[in-house]
């Protein structure tokens, strides 16, 4: 579909203050349907792109806010997506296509491409770019190309305990009656049965309905597992010894009778001398049962539950400092001092930050490296609410290092000078590179002592 626009559109992003743009240009005498341009722009409509229409002197530009979003394509290309994620995905899209006809919109005037389709990585939620121009394509084949193409080369999909779901959606592409409306038919009837599945605790899915089955019949008493089933029996099991020795203790006083009385001719002193030998043991026991930890092994568990939440060796807690594990680091924000190294290889790039009198070093160990706020999705987390989601990249190629912006709203800037989005710009040895407000200066190891 997009060699057809190639002719008569160009495609290019813009910066605004705060906002990112997906700009799409043709000459004033392309004729834009007036009522579609309205209907875009005076309301939300779920899952199509606002845009705003601007006329300068011979071209017309249609401005689509893509601030805080990535494209599908980078998006498949470093998530692995589960089963029900991108089936969702999918029926997000096809959903759109079927409904826009309910805001006089065509199926035929989206942009169904991977590199035109935006998500927000957060909540999976997909924006489509509508153009209100008309096309002469067929919306069905468009829509079966862009699954092809997406679930054999795009995207990385996790099959594992899955039912064969891939394997229904391509038998149903490569049928010569291919349609959306089955499409999306088929999606709906994967969904629900993905409902059916539910996650236990060792993260393996499970029918939910076989559990239910199942369990039902055994639930005549509260049953505790793992961690409160042993709370449970470590405060049972003082009480169960207490009450044994006494029984014990009482029994044997019981056998010992006779002997007892044989010991003296005053049995009251006899009894009395036994109750108080009784007594010392029960205090001794009641002590050690139900007696208050002492300070070393209160030390000894702290240390312990440390040591369990969260990554740190001694040195690290002792001087504030968090490790870096497999390349990928997390800073945090307003912290007195901050993530440092662990590598043993000096010969990464990396960006280098002084807060708070502690250095903070981001070694780039990837030739495609993504800084941003959500964990799961980049490779250096900044926990700073005024960076973006997936913020910016910063990738290598033949020893040249570009940064990209990825549509954050705050900004990239190389030098104070703030980038476009989705542009590539050289960094060299020494620059100053700002993500937000969080300035780092670029360090290329051969270069740090001069012309190296």
């Known amino acids: 579909m997009l060699h057809l626009l190639k002719d008569s559109f160009t495609f290019s992003y813009e910066s605004g203050a705060s906002l990112s743009y997906l700009v799409i240009k043709t000459h004033a005498s392309q004729k834009l349907h007036g009522y579609q341009v309205e209907m875009i722009m005076n309301n939300q409509i779920p899952n199509i792109l606002h845009f705003d229409v601007r006329h300068m002197d011979e071209e017309i530009g249609l401005y689509y806010d893509i601030t805080s979003k990535m494209t599908l394509s980078q998006f498949f290309k470093r998530k692995k997506l589960k089963r029900n994620d991108f089936i969702k995905i999918l029926l997000d899209i096809t959903k759109t296509l079927l409904d826009c006809n309910f805001y006089l919109l065509l199926d035929r005037c989206f942009l169904v491409d991977g590199d035109y389709i935006y998500i927000n990585p957060a909540t999976l939620a997909i924006s489509m770019v509508y153009m209100p121009v008309m096309f002469d394509v067929n919306p069905n084949q468009v829509m079966k190309a862009f699954v092809t193409d997406v679930v054999v080369n795009s995207a990385g999909i996790d099959e594992s305990n899955s039912d064969n779901f891939l394997q229904k959606i391509l038998n149903l592409v490569k049928s010569d009656t291919f349609s959306i409306c089955d499409f999306n038919g088929l999606l709906n009837s994967l969904q629900r049965e993905g409902c059916d599945f ?255």
């Not at 039902?216 to 089933?229: D, N, R, V, W």
């Not at 000894?300 to 939440?309: F, N, T």
């Open 198 to 452: 539910a996650v236990d605790n060792s993260g393996e899915e499970v029918y939910a309905e076989k559990i239910i089955i199942q369990t039902l019949p055994k639930l005549k008493a509260p049953c505790l597992e793992g961690e409160a089933a042993a709370k449970v029996r470590s405060k049972s099991r003082p009480v169960v010894i207490a009450v044994l020795s006494q029984a014990l203790i009482v029994i044997g006083i019981i056998l010992a009778s006779h002997y007892l009385k044989s010991l003296s001719r005053d049995a009251t002193t006899t009894y009395c001398a036994v109750a108080m030998i009784v007594a010392a043991v029960d205090i001794l026991l009641y002590t050690r049962l139900f007696g208050k930890k002492t300070e070393a092994e209160e030390g000894s568990l702290g240390v312990a539950k440390a040591s369990k939440a969260g990554r740190y060796d001694e040195k690290n807690l002792a001087e504030g400092v968090g490790t870096i594990e497999d390349g990928v680091g997390v800073h945090v924000e307003n912290s007195c001092e901050t993530v440092v190294l662990g590598y043993g290889r000096r010969d990464y790039p990396y960006l280098q930050a002084k807060w708070d009198n502690a250095l903070e070093e981001i070694p780039i160990t990837k030739d495609d490296f993504l800084i941003g706020r959500l964990a799961e999705h980049v490779d250096y987390t900044i926990t700073n609410n005024s960076i973006g989601k997936v913020h910016a990249r910063i990738i290598t190629c033949s020893g040249i290092f570009s940064v990209i912006d990825l549509n954050s709203r705050n900004g990239t800037f190389i030098n104070d000078m703030r980038i476009q989005s989705n542009k590539e710009y050289e960094v060299k040895n020494s620059d100053r590179i700002c993500f937000a407000n969080c300035e780092y200066v670029f360090i290329v190891p051969c270069c740090k002592g001069g012309n190296e």
